[in-house]
């Protein structure tokens, strides 16, 4: 993965992460189709384990959650 598009995966993480509502989701999601691939969904799960480490089990949950549905 080059750091562009590692950075771009980050990037999509980070808005996730700024959802104030679940309704909010599935149009960033839409408006950034072309980042969603094996890539991303490895990232997640990464962030879901760093966040479950730090005792955050609903951001982790949230990240797995979303994973498995993409």
């Given amino acids: 993965m080059d750091k562009q598009h590692q950075e771009a995966h ?5 808005k996730l992460l700024n959802c ?5 989701i ?3 999601l839409a408006a950034n189709q072309n980042l969603i691939d094996s890539e991303l969904i490895q990232m997640m799960e990464y ?3 760093v966040f ?3 005792g955050d089990s609903n951001r982790a ?3 797995i959650n979303l994973a498995r549905q993409l």
Avoid: R
Avoid at 10 to 14: E, V
Avoid at 20 to 24: C, I, K, Q, V
């Fill in 10 to 14: 980050l990037n999509l993480i980070n």
């Fill in 20 to 24: 104030t509502s679940d309704e909010e």
């Fill in 26 to 28: 599935n149009p960033i």
């Fill in 47 to 49: 962030v879901a384990e």
């Fill in 52 to 54: 479950k480490e730090k």
């Fill in 61 to 63: 949950n949230f990240f």
